[in-house]
C-alpha cells in the first residue's frame, strides 16, 4: 500500500499557492500591504506612544495650542506635526483618528458581507418568489445614489435614537448606514454565482443525501462564490473608509468628541484661510495614504484572481 | 419594441413609487409632523384641528396616495425651517447644481478621453503608467478631500480664484446663470473642477480599455495596411468605436454627479441643491429632505431608462435580452 502524501499545513499551503507568487512578485502589492500594516500598527498601538490622549479634555492645554509642525519655526517638542486651536496634538489625533476610521470601515464591511451573502445565498438557492423580492429590493436600493442612501440613513436614524444616545452610539449608526447603501453589490455577485453551481452535480448529490439546505449553502456552494466577493470587499473597505470619513466631514457622522479622520478634516478645513494649514493637511494625507494602500492591494487581488490575466 | 418599452417604463414607475414611499415614511414618522409646526402656546384644541387639517387622521394608504399626488404635481409641502414652500427653495437652487454637473461633465470629457486614448496607444510607456497610477489616487481621493487641496493651492496660497459663492449672477427668466459675469466663471473654476476628477479618471480608465480592444480588430489592421495616417487611425477609426460605452456612462452618471455634488457644494460652499440638502438634514427639514431625495432619485432613474431605451432602438438584440 503507498502511503498517501501528507496534507500540507496551512502555512504551507499558502506559500505554495499562485496567490502568495503573485504577491511575492508585485512591488507595488508588496509595498501597498506594507504600508497598511504600519497605518493599522501605528493606529492600534498609538496609545503607547503619543504624547497625549486627544479624547480626553482633562489632557488638553491651551497654553500648547496653534504650534505648528516641528520642523517649522515655533514648532515644539513632542508636537511632531504641531496643535491645533485646543491644544490637540495633531499626529495623535491622527492616529486615534485612524483607529476609528479603520473599525468602522472593517465592521461595515464585515457586516454587509454578511448581510450580502445571505440573501444573495437564499435568493440564489431557492430562486422564485424569494429571488425577486429580495432582488428587487436590491434594485431599488440601486436606483438611487449610494451617498445619498447613507446620509439619509444616517440622519434619520440618528433623529430616531435618543439624544443621551447620540454621541456614543455615533459610530455603530455609520456602519447601518455604510452597510445599507452596500450589502446590494455581493447580494447579486453571489445571487448569479448560486444560481450556476446549484445545478451542478455535487450540489444534487449533496442534495439526495439529504445534506440540510443551510449546510448546502454555507459549506458547499458559499466557497465557490467567494473569489469575486474578496475582490470586492477589499475594495469597498476602502469605500467604507471613504464614506465614513465624508459623513464625518459633512458633519453628520462621528461627533468632535471622538474625532475620526472625516471629523478631523471638518475641523480643520475652519482655519485653512488662517494659515494654520498643518491642522487639516496631516489627516487629508493620512487618509489618502489609506485608501491608497488599500485601492492598490484590491486592484492587485483582482488581476491576480482573474483567470483570464494568467 | 413597444413592449419593450411598456415593460422598462413600468420599471421606472415602480422603482419611482418604491422611493416615494420612502420619502413618504420619512415624512410621515420621523418626528411628528404637528409637533414640529407649533409652538408652545398651541393649545390641544388647535393641534387636533391641525392634524385633522393636515389628514394626518386618515388611513396610511390615503396619506400616501395623497403624498404621491402631491408630489407628481411639485408640490412637496412646506420647510419646516422658513415656512417657505419646498419646491420654490430647490427651483431657487437647481441651476446652480446642473451648472456645475454639466461643466464638470463637460471638462471630464475632454480630459479624460484624450488621456484614455493616450495610455491605450502608449501602453507600457513611462508616462501612460505614471497616469495609471495617478488614475488610481484619483479614484481614492475622497471629492471633499480634492476640494480643500484645490482651495488650500490656488485660493489660499496661490490666490487666483475664489474658493466659495457663486460670485455675481444674472436671471434669465427663473433660471440663474454664472457664466455671464467674470466672477461667476471665475467661482465656477475650483468646484468644477474638483467635482470632475474623479470622473476623469473613470472616463480616462473607460475609454484606455475599450480602445485597447479596438485596436485588436480587423478594420484597424486593414487602415494600417493601407497606410492612414496614425492620427487619423487612432482619433478617427478607433475612437469612433469606442464613444458609445463613453456616451452611455456619461449620461448615466449625470445622476451620481448630482447626488456628489452636495460634497462639493458644501467645501465650496456654493449654493446649491446639495447644500440645501446637507443644511436640511442638519436641522431635521424632512420636508426639503423628501423632496431632494425624490428629485434626485427621478432624474437618476430618468437618465437610466432613456438610456436603456436608446440602446434598443439601436441594438435590437437587447429588446430580447431585457424584455
Redesign the interface.
Known amino acids: 500500500m503507498t502511503a498517501l502524501p501528507r496534507p500540507l499545513s496551512r502555512l504551507a499551503r499558502l506559500r505554495q499557492s499562485d496567490l502568495w507568487w503573485s504577491f511575492t512578485h508585485n512591488r507595488g502589492a508588496m509595498a501597498a500591504a506594507g504600508l497598511l500594516l504600519v497605518l493599522i500598527l501605528s493606529a492600534f498601538t498609538a496609545p503607547l506612544y503619543v504624547p497625549q490622549n486627544p479624547f480626553d479634555p482633562a489632557q488638553l492645554d491651551l497654553l500648547n495650542a496653534e504650534y505648528p509642525p516641528i520642523w517649522a519655526e515655533g514648532g515644539q517638542w513632542p508636537y511632531i506635526l504641531g496643535t491645533d486651536t485646543q491644544g490637540r496634538d495633531i499626529l495623535s489625533a491622527i492616529l486615534y483618528g485612524s483607529r476609528i476610521s479603520i473599525l468602522i470601515g472593517l465592521a461595515s464591511v464585515v457586516l454587509a458581507l454578511v448581510v450580502g451573502i445571505g440573501t444573495g445565498l437564499v435568493a440564489g438557492y431557492y430562486g422564485g418568489l424569494i429571488e425577486n423580492l429580495l432582488m428587487r429590493f436590491g ?2 436600493l440601486l ?3 449610494t ?2 442612501i447613507a ?2 440613513v444616517s ?2 436614524v440618528r ?2 435614537l435618543p439624544p443621551a444616545l447620540r454621541e456614543v452610539g455615533a459610530g455603530g449608526v455609520l456602519v447601518l448606514a455604510i452597510v445599507l447603501s452596500g450589502w446590494v453589490q455581493y447580494a447579486r455577485t453571489v445571487r448569479a454565482q448560486t444560481a450556476v453551481e446549484r445545478g451542478k452535480e455535487y450540489v444534487q448529490a449533496a442534495q439526495l443525501l439529504k445534506v440540510p439546505a443551510r449546510r448546502i449553502m454555507f459549506r458547499h456552494i458559499l466557497p465557490n462564490t467567494l473569489t469575486p466577493i474578496l475582490v470586492a470587499a477589499t475594495l469597498n473597505f ?1 469605500m467604507a473608509i ?1 464614506t465614513e ?2 459623513l464625518s ?4 457622522g462621528m461627533p468632535a468628541s471622538q474625532p475620526s479622520l472625516g471629523t478631523l ?1 471638518r475641523l480643520g ?1 475652519q482655519f ?2 488662517s ?1 494654520m ?1 498643518w491642522i ?2 496631516f489627516p ?1 494625507l493620512q ?2 495614504l489609506l ?2 494602500a ?3 492591494l484590491g ?1 492587485w487581488l483582482r488581476d491576480a484572481l482573474n483567470p483570464k490575466l494568467r | 419594441m413597444i413592449v419593450f418599452l411598456i415593460k422598462r417604463l413600468a420599471n421606472a414607475a415602480l ?1 419611482m413609487l ?2 416615494a414611499l420612502m420619502a413618504f415614511l ?1 415624512f410621515r414618522f ?2 411628528d409632523p404637528v409637533q414640529l409646526m407649533v409652538n408652545e402656546q398651541t393649545t390641544q384644541a388647535e393641534k387636533d384641528a391641525l392634524r385633522e387639517n393636515l389628514g394626518l387622521n386618515d388611513p396610511v394608504a390615503v396619506q400616501f396616495l395623497r403624498f404621491v399626488g402631491d408630489a407628481v404635481q411639485g408640490d412637496f409641502g412646506v420647510s419646516y425651517r422658513n415656512q417657505q414652500e419646498v419646491m420654490s427653495l430647490i427651483a431657487e437652487r437647481f441651476p446652480a447644481t446642473i451648472e456645475l454637473v454639466l461643466l464638470a461633465t463637460i471638462i471630464s470629457l475632454v480630459v479624460g478621453v484624450p488621456l484614455g486614448v493616450y495610455t491605450a496607444i502608449h501602453r507600457g510607456s513611462w508616462v501612460s503608467e505614471g497616469l495609471q497610477f495617478l488614475s ?2 484619483g ?7 480634492i476640494g ?2 484645490l ?2 493651492v490656488f485660493s ?1 496660497m496661490l490666490n487666483i480664484a475664489p ?1 466659495f459663492g457663486r460670485g455675481d449672477v444674472v436671471s434669465l427668466g427663473w433660471w440663474t446663470t454664472g457664466l455671464l459675469t467674470p466672477s461667476g466663471r471665475a467661482a465656477l473654476i475650483l468646484p468644477s473642477v474638483a467635482l470632475s476628477l474623479y470622473q476623469i479618471t473613470l472616463v480616462m480608465r473607460l475609454v484606455r480599455a475599450e480602445m485597447m480592444e479596438v485596436l485588436r480588430s480587423d478594420f484597424i489592421k486593414f487602415a494600417r495596411a493601407r497606410g492612414v495616417p496614425r492620427w487619423r487611425i487612432h482619433y478617427v477609426h478607433a475612437l469612433r468605436n469606442c464613444l458609445m460605452p463613453v456616451v452611455t456612462m456619461t449620461a448615466m452618471n449625470i ?2 454627479l448630482i ?2 455634488a ?2 462639493t457644494e ?2 465650496f460652499q456654493w449654493p446649491g441643491m446639495g447644500m440645501l ?2 443644511q436640511a ?2 436641522f ?1 427639514d424632512i420636508p426639503v ?1 423628501a423632496a431632494y ?1 425624490c428629485i ?2 427621478f432624474i ?2 430618468a437618465l ?1 431608462t432613456l438610456v436603456d431605451i436608446t440602446y434598443a432602438l439601436i441594438d435590437p438584440r437587447l429588446r430580447m435580452a431585457r424584455g
Open positions: 434594485d431599488i436606483s438611487i445614489p451617498i445619498l446620509i439619509l440622519a434619520i433623529e430616531l476602502g471613504l470619513a465624508t466631514f459633512l458633519g453628520i478634516i478645513n485653512l484661510f494659515g494649514w487639516t493637511v487629508v487618509l489618502c485608501v491608497v488599500v485601492n492598490i486592484d | 422603482v418604491a422611493v420619512i420621523v418626528g488610481i489616487i479614484v481614492s481621493l475622497p471629492s471633499f478631500v480643500i487641496l482651495i488650500l489660499v474658493a445622476g451620481s447626488a456628489f452636495l460634497i458644501t467645501v440638502f446637507i438634514v442638519t431635521v429632505m431625495l434626485v432619485s437618476f432613474v437610466n
